[in-house]
């Protein structure tokens, strides 16, 4: 339902869209803190648990993924030189002009 809610918001960053994407990025974390609450019900010494576990966690890995590709989709991911310009240092001056009228 979350893929096909932000296959609806579009690839542009507005309102509706950040809001999808946050939900995308929120539910899968809030999943994955909780997962001893969820198998609680289920904790028996007969039952091995292990495996549900793990297909719990990697399929809210994989919507955390599709989260962050939502992410890349909107540009909000700084994956260009150009978004890192502000951390490198000036560029060296090559050429000096000089000459005119000193007002002093």
């Known amino acids: 339902m979350m893929g096909f809610m932000m296959w609806m918001a579009g690839s542009t ?12 990025l929120w539910q ?3 999943a994955l803190q909780g997962v001893g609450k969820v198998f609680e019900p289920f904790q028996d010494s007969r039952i091995d648990l292990l495996l549900p576990k793990l297909v719990y966690t990697a399929l809210n890995l994989a ?14 991911l700084p994956t260009h ?3 890192w310009v502000s951390s490198l240092p000036p560029a060296p001056e090559i050429e000096y002009s000089g000459g005119g009228i000193p007002f002093a």
Do not use: Q, R
Not at 13 to 21: A, E, K
């Open 81 to 83: 030189a150009s978004d």
């Open 28 to 30: 899968p974390i809030s």
């Open 13 to 24: 960053v507005h309102l509706f869209s950040i809001g999808i994407t946050f939900s995308a």
């Open 63 to 76: 919507a955390l993924l599709l989260g962050v590709w939502k992410l890349n989709t909107l540009g909000l």
